[in-house]
């Protein structure tokens, strides 16, 4: 049984980086033996073990097989003999498949380390185009490190992703934790690579335009872009109850008008009042201060009124009122 250091880790030790978390393969042993060591396994997939002190991953040596469609059309082997040469060999890009012996020793045998040197984004075998998540991993690369340019034959590799069309067999929601890796790092720059690559179908479709600044904030940021572009981004990829609330509000406040009818005012206030999306309008005031200033001070003449005493109302009668009480106040405002 051998343990070594692989991936991001040591590509970030190798370039002077310091790596925020480390990950490990185990070549050599089984499941049983890990679990008899004290690890605990998590993974469902393949076995992937947490360490009993550190809590940090270690997965045994695997190959994998594509047997289907997607992301998840593989089968994995994960036998004793299986060497780590072996398990580098199936990574994405040559720069992730260094390892790190305990001892310190580096075991390069795809060339990242001079890659790393050069500047070079190249897969590591066939194996890259068989995944097509990994043309959105190109991506993040290419933003993570935007001094690197991609080699020749990576661009054809993932010009056979986007050819095969296996990209449409992604998970909106492997998508969309792959853009967050992506947004982590620098939003626009990451979709201007998605651009770029000729990524934008299907997930990232009616993207055509970009701010020059976004929030740091994920969902906000998606509305900063969605609205620049008419509020039809990405659609697909409205995995959450959340973003698609986030969205909705945002789009509402950008809407509201001044001048719009009294109907569509209080339609307006009923909403951003109501306990399912109150919280999404008081989040979203910062970024409309100037639009939102006479909105807020509405907003906050209603919440002073106490509708306790309608409790015992029809509901038909008990909103009638409510929607009264809330037409005085945006007249008294107009």
């Not at 980086?17 to 998590?42: A, F």
């Not at 002190?53 to 299986?82: C, D, P």
């Not at 043309?135 to 661009?155: N, V, Y």
């Not at 001048?259 to 008081?282: G, V």
Request: net charge negative.
């Amino acid at each position: 049984m051998k343990i070594y250091k692989v991936g991001g880790a040591v590509r970030d030790h190798i370039m002077g980086i310091r790596p925020n978390d480390s990950d490990w393969v185990v070549v050599g042993s089984t499941p049983e033996e890990m679990e008899s060591l004290g690890y605990k396994q998590v993974g469902t997939d393949f076995p992937v073990f947490l360490h009993p002190e550190t809590n940090e991953a270690y997965a045994l040596a695997r190959t994998e097989k594509k047997t289907g469609k997607g992301y998840s059309g593989f089968s994995v082997q994960y036998e004793k003999n299986i060497s780590l040469e072996e398990d580098l060999l199936r990574r994405d890009l040559t720069i992730n498949s260094i390892a790190m012996s305990e001892s310190g020793q580096i075991i390069d045998p795809y060339n990242g380390v001079k890659d790393i040197k050069n500047k070079i984004l190249r897969h590591t075998s066939e194996a890259f185009y068989e995944d097509p998540l990994r043309a959105l991993r190109l991506a993040r690369f290419k933003t993570k490190f935007s001094d690197f340019s991609i080699h020749e034959e990576t661009a054809e590799a993932l010009l056979k992703i986007l050819l095969s069309g296996e990209i449409n067999y992604l998970t909106k929601e492997r998508v969309v934790q792959e853009m967050k890796k992506g947004f982590e790092i620098d939003a626009l720059k990451y979709l201007q690579n998605i651009m770029q690559l000729n990524l934008t179908s299907p997930w990232f479709d009616n993207l055509s335009k970009l701010p020059e600044t976004v929030s740091d904030k994920f969902e906000y940021a998606w509305c900063q872009i969605s609205q620049l572009n008419g509020f039809n981004f990405a659609h697909r990829l409205l995995e959450s109850n959340d973003l698609k609330k986030t969205l909705d509000v945002w789009q509402e406040m950008h809407s509201y008008s001044q001048k719009a009818e009294i109907n569509d005012k209080i339609r307006f206030f009923q909403k951003i009042t109501s306990p399912k999306y109150e919280k999404y309008f008081l989040n979203l005031l910062p970024y409309f201060e100037l639009t939102m200033e006479s909105c807020k001070k509405v907003y906050e003449e209603i919440k002073t009124i106490d509708f306790s005493y309608l409790a015992n109302l029809d509901p038909n009668l008990l909103y009638n009122e409510k929607t009264n009480r809330i037409k005085e106040i945006v007249k008294n405002n107009e």
